[in-house]
């Protein structure tokens, strides 16, 4: 049962043992390279568009100081809402998978669900709430509090960003924490080490892994969310690029603000390389429960730090969303069927899903198996897409779309092929760490008793790695739910959405029109989102 | 929210996944008069205005379904012609047709701001309608080429706190609100068409000094930045701000919500001022429609009597055709009230956006 191997590896020096790197199949070079073709579209499409002026205005908005402090801006956000991100997670994760917190299980889904929450509807709510006149003024004003201080500029977008966005390290974290072998721990108590140390010292390098991957996701979704940038007023890079596109209809600036994002995503993907580490653990992938520690009278202040987490980033928005519900019912506004968008979200979603899990396969599988640079570089294209505000994307697509593939124009296929180019990266990163806790050993042996490397990959690292691997297309499919521009833009005509409905309402002030579709859009996430979590729970 | 999942999922059986495949027949390629078929005969027989090959007509519309879906739907009865409509910001499909460029299936473009129409027109986009189409509308709410039609009005209004302020305390021009006093009191949405539009409309009236210093003047006092009109009237309501430059109509819409017991009102500055600019919603036909006879069928229905009267009683617009009756919860458009601007002379959005980037304001 100790026979953990922890292999401290360099990426791309091969596994332990200096075997030369072995060179990758054909087919699974091939299928990563038709990933990458894909992720190109979009950067091909802002070259285009960038270079159509020539390079003066490119200069020009490069070169313009202002530009740059917006970077600056945007960059500082997402270096802060990472951070707490982190913050908030690291220990949230920790009281729900390891320790005697009372109802973890049910602290674990609802510290997780805030992620399902649309960030154009979660900042508009936070506002309602926590505005200098909003609901929590309304209750204080009892207690002479006439207006609260500001949450608008970067404390409002930081908090909002961090509150619906937190869930994507606290999901890597306790995964990462679920499949850890408690024997090395023990082995650092047992040789006298406290359990601080301990969790310093062996828990948290082994955790390095998980918190990077989530804090990369993190990280570049605060960097191209449009949603709560613009309703808390942060002039971010994101809010500078939809600006140009609402309001210039001139292509070009966009496009060149748009490959500087794409610059600052490059730099914090190399930072990300650097942070990742080298070291590589394969877990035992039938590694028992770790042993809870008890919380003691610890118990309470966790439980009010749990307690406070979800009551901002989960009771508040849904609280709001329902309690506009109910006064548009009280109005006499009619509760309207969403079956269809309902299903149309559902069934897109599920699609996306799917195509995303599979379209990350052979890129994990290169990256995990293979190594080296070029693998390397393959994962990190697939996050270019991922850091592309939605607009953006879409809009390339309906450029490729419309020009040169006008028979998949506007169809069901292209969307889902824009969501893939999106949300791919997420589904990288959770195939990947599943397949990290398969250990390459046992796949060795495998092909060393004559089995073929397809027939290994189907009965041997698919089955060991599956549930990782469905975990990422949960992920996607909870994004997708939510995804706007794209849906808009791309979607065949007259195709509706949960998410369209309430853009739709909430464009026109119909509050009580939305919050039906955004507690319906929350409530079916709920569902994939609760089953990641138990799955976690009885692995 | 247990609940709802539940529903949904006892629900999931019955409507066929909509759009699906079949959304690829409505792309691209000219496949008019496909889609619903047995439906739309069935109609046509008892039509007789339609003629052959007005099958469909694909809309891009920047107004929302909530406002204008039922006038789309009304129109497909009337007409037998099959509506597909996509919904979207204006801004964002005016830059959608430009990017599919020869290849959109778009036939028509329904805009919330005559900027958008501009810009498509500035590219060529758009084809010049019919006289009996541009003759219903006074002639400021179309364009000089007669490339696109105002069909609908709103007025730009200030919209006040009632219980901070009375209307005798709000001044009579929009250049009074850059006095100190007004300061940390005025809400704006810099990024909304219609506000650039009046930004516009200052420029060519005022001129481009008195616009930057207006600009200025209004930038010194704090305001408060929000991202569209419709939030600039919730801060109003809320207190948050006691005045907030915006669209007549939001109002309206917020109180259909909130009930009429909102502590908001609109106030409109008189005497011609910029800050009472009437400015239209309208929509154009593509150079590229695959079917440009049902395009202008649209129009002409949208500034019938009938979808006029629509306008004016469920989106509280102001009909532009004349011996349409305004919803009676609006002032009368009198001559004396807003400037007479020609909406098309509202084209130089660009040198706009300089000057708004130029003052801070973006």
Redesign the interface.
């Known amino acids: 049962m100790s026979s953990r191997v922890t292999t401290p590896a360099a990426v791309g020096a091969g596994r332990r043992g200096a075997k030369p790197r072995r060179r990758p199949p054909i087919l699974l070079g091939a299928l990563a390279g038709l990933v990458v073709a894909a992720m190109a579209l979009p950067l091909i499409y802002l070259v285009v568009r960038s270079l159509e002026g020539g390079w003066e205005p490119v200069a020009e908005v490069v070169l313009d100081g202002d530009t740059l402090a917006v970077l600056g801006r945007s960059a500082l956000l997402a270096g802060v809402v990472t951070a707490a991100s982190v913050a908030v997670s690291v220990p949230l994760a920790w009281l729900t998978s390891r320790t005697d917190l009372p109802g973890r299980r049910a602290w674990a889904v609802l510290a997780a669900l805030p992620l399902v929450i649309p960030s154009y509807v979660g900042g508009f709510v936070l506002v309602s709430v926590l505005g200098p006149r909003g609901m929590l003024q309304g209750w204080l004003e009892p207690l002479g509090v006439e207006r609260l201080p500001e949450i608008y500029g970067f404390p409002g977008a930081a908090l909002a960003l961090t509150l619906f966005s937190y869930p994507y390290v606290f999901l890597t974290v306790r995964g990462a924490l679920r499949g850890m072998d408690p024997a090395m721990e023990e082995a650092a108590r047992s040789l006298g080490s406290g359990a601080w140390e301990t969790f310093l010292r062996v828990t948290l390098p082994q955790l390095r892994p998980g918190i990077v991957a989530g804090a990369l996701l993190v990280a570049l979704y605060a960097l191209s969310d449009f949603g709560v940038v613009s309703i808390l007023q942060y002039e971010s890079f994101s809010n500078e690029i939809y600006i140009q596109y609402r309001s210039a209809f001139d292509r070009t600036p966009a496009a060149i603000l748009a490959l500087m994002l794409v610059a600052l995503t490059v730099a914090v993907l190399l930072v990300e390389g650097r942070t990742r580490g080298r070291a590589r653990y394969h877990g035992n992938a039938a590694s028992r429960p770790a042993p809870r520690v008890p919380l003691g009278r610890w118990r309470w202040p966790a439980l009010l730090f749990c307690a406070a987490v979800v009551l901002l980033a989960l009771a508040a928005p849904v609280g709001v969303l329902a309690f506009w519900l109910v006064r548009g019912l009280a109005e006499g506004e009619p509760l309207r069927p969403l079956w269809n968008a309902a299903w149309s979200s559902v069934y897109a979603s599920g699609l996306a899903a799917a195509v995303t899990a599979l379209a990350a396969l052979p890129v994990a599988i290169l990256s995990v198996r293979f190594g080296g640079r070029i693998s390397g570089f393959v994962e990190k294209t697939t996050y270019l897409g991922y850091a592309l505000p939605g607009i953006v994307l879409a809009l390339s697509l309906v450029f490729f779309g419309a020009n040169y593939a006008p028979w998949a124009y506007q169809t069901l296929g292209l969307l889902v092929f824009a969501y893939t180019v999106h949300f791919l990266p997420q589904a990288v990163g959770a195939s990947r760490s599943a397949l990290l806790q398969v250990r390459p050993s046992v796949e060795e042996a495998a092909r060393g008793l004559g089995r073929g490397p397809v027939r290994v990959a189907a009965t041997i690292t698919a089955p060991l790695a599956g549930s990782g691997v469905v975990a990422g297309a949960a992920l996607v499919f909870l994004t997708t739910m939510k995804e706007l521009p794209a849906t808009l833009l791309l979607g065949p005509t007259g195709f509706e959405t949960l998410a369209t409905r309430i853009w739709g309402a909430t464009g026109d002030a119909f509050f009580a029109r939305a919050a039906a579709p955004a507690l319906l859009l929350i409530g079916i996430s709920a569902v994939p989102l609760y089953l990641l979590v138990i799955r976690e729970r009885a692995k | 929210?247990?609940a709802?999942?539940i529903l949904?999922a006892a629900?999931?059986g019955?409507?066929p996944?909509?759009?699906?495949?079949?959304?690829?027949g409505?792309?691209?390629?000219g496949d008019s008069g496909g889609g619903n078929g047995s439906e739309t005969t069935g109609e046509t027989t008892a039509q007789e205005a339609l003629k052959p090959g007005e099958g469909s007509l694909?809309v891009y519309s920047g107004r929302?379904?909530?406002?204008v879906g039922p006038i789309f739907e009304q129109f497909e009865e009337r007409s037998g012609v099959d509506v597909?409509?996509?919904?979207?910001?204006t801004?964002?499909?005016?830059?959608?047709i430009?990017?599919?460029?020869e290849?959109?299936?778009a036939d028509l473009f329904f805009a919330q701001d005559p900027?958008?129409l501009g810009?498509l027109d500035d590219e060529g986009r758009l084809t010049k309608l019919p006289d009996d189409i541009l003759g219903k509308v006074p002639s400021r709410f179309k364009a000089d080429d007669g490339d696109w039609v105002g069909t609908s009005g709103r007025a730009r209004v200030v919209a006040y706190n009632t219980e901070e302020l009375e209307e005798g305390d709000l001044p009579d021009s929009i250049f009074d609100f850059t006095d100190p006093k007004w300061k940390g009191r005025i809400g704006w949405a810099p990024?909304n068409?219609s506000f650039?539009a009046f930004v516009t409309a200052l420029r060519v009236l005022e001129g481009e000094d008195r616009a930057q210093q207006w600009l200025e003047g209004i930038q010194a006092n704090d305001p408060?930045?929000?991202?569209?009109n419709?939030?600039a009237?919730?801060g109003v309501a809320?207190?948050?701000v006691q005045v907030a430059f915006v669209n007549h109509y939001?109002l309206f819409?917020?109180k259909?919500?909130?009930?009429d017991d909102l502590p908001a009102a609109n106030y409109y500055l008189e005497g011609g001022d910029p800050g009472a600019l009437v400015l239209a919603a309208g929509a154009g036909v593509l150079d590229t429609a695959e079917n440009p006879e049902a395009g202008q069928e649209f129009l002409e229905f949208a500034l019938s009597e009938e979808a006029q009267q629509y306008f004016a009683d469920e989106t509280y617009e102001y009909p532009l055709v004349e011996g349409v009756e305004i919803n009676d919860e609006l002032p009368p458009l009198s001559g004396t009230q807003g400037p007479e601007v020609d909406l098309s002379n509202l084209d130089d959005?660009?040198g706009t956006?300089e000057l708004l980037q130029e003052t801070g304001v973006?």
Do not use: H, K, W
Request: aromatic share 6%; glycine share 20%; proline share 5%.
């Open positions: 929210m247990l709802l999942t949904i629900g999931c019955e409507p996944p909509q759009g699906g495949d079949g959304g690829g409505d792309s691209g390629g694909v929302s379904e909530e406002l597909q409509v996509r919904y979207g910001d801004a964002e499909l005016a830059a959608t430009l990017e599919e460029g290849n959109s299936p900027g958008a810009a990024t068409g650039q408060f930045v929000y991202p569209d419709l939030s009237v919730e809320s207190g948050e939001y819409q917020v259909e919500e909130r009930g959005l660009g956006l973006l």
